[in-house]
């Protein structure tokens, strides 16, 4: 599981509040990154990370942002939530070695 | 804009049956093709991934056929099993070492006995 802790695994939100999810590696990525599962639209990359406050946008980052103020903690943010974001997000992390991606267990977020 | 179309969306295969789900590509520079795994309430999970020096990789009951004039691949589970029921992903990449991975809609298989 190269190490991967997302949390909150489950959350449900209003509409406007701000939301942050939580990715802790312990084994020193140095790539990490938040995609987005939707039907019909498979995994679309929010943001990711090449190191300590080195972060870029995705395809499909308007509305997140993203801090990575330590190697091991890469945290997404939903400022103002909407019922778009509703979806189910996924941690990643590119190997040591370079050669696979590896995926956390996920974080179901729901906006009412 | 979908650079990389997956079909079918959805595959029902009977026991000991072949699965097949297909993938095509649009930017040339992808040299990377791997195909995920993924059960329900899990992430995804690398099963097999190809780079266009080959034609073919086989892991097992899963083979990677990659065509780089069609820009094409595909996965074949030979024998499926229930076991395998789950959604697959294709996806490709480039300049591996930051990957960033686009990834096809993913395709929902059900093996029936």
């Known amino acids: 599981d190269a190490g991967i802790t997302q949390s909150p695994r489950h959350k449900v939100t209003e509409t406007g509040t701000p939301v942050t999810l939580r990715c802790h590696q312990t084994?020193?990525?140095?790539?990490m990154y938040w995609y987005r599962q939707d039907p019909g639209h498979g995994l679309r990359l929010i943001h990711y990370?090449?190191?300590?406050?080195?972060?870029d946008k995705g395809e499909v980052s308007d509305g997140y942002s993203v801090s990575r103020s330590k190697t091991e903690d890469f945290l997404l943010t939903l400022e103002s939530a909407t019922s778009s974001q509703t979806s189910v997000y996924f941690c990643?992390?590119?190997?040591?070695?370079?050669?696979?991606?590896?995926f956390g267990e996920g974080s179901w977020l729901t906006v009412v | 804009q979908q650079q990389v179309k997956q079909s079918p969306q959805s595959l029902i295969v009977q026991k000991g049956g072949i699965s097949i789900i297909n993938c095509a590509y649009e930017?040339?520079?992808?040299?990377?093709f791997p195909w995920y795994q993924q059960f329900p309430g899990k992430g995804p999970a690398l099963l097999i991934a190809?780079?266009?020096?080959?034609s073919e990789k086989k892991e097992g009951r899963f083979t990677i056929s990659f065509n780089k004039s069609a820009k094409q691949f595909s996965l074949h589970i030979m024998d499926s099993q229930p076991g395998d029921s789950a959604t697959y992903f294709c996806a490709a990449g480039s300049n591996f070492g930051n990957e960033k991975l686009t990834f096809g809609t993913g395709t929902r298989l059900t093996i029936i006995p």
């Open positions: 990643a992390v590119l190997s040591n070695s370079g050669n696979t991606i590896y």
């Open positions: 930017n040339t520079a992808f040299d990377y």
């Open positions: 084994e020193n990525h140095r790539y």
């Open positions: 190809i780079r266009p020096d080959v």
């Open positions: 990370s090449y190191g300590v406050k080195d972060t």
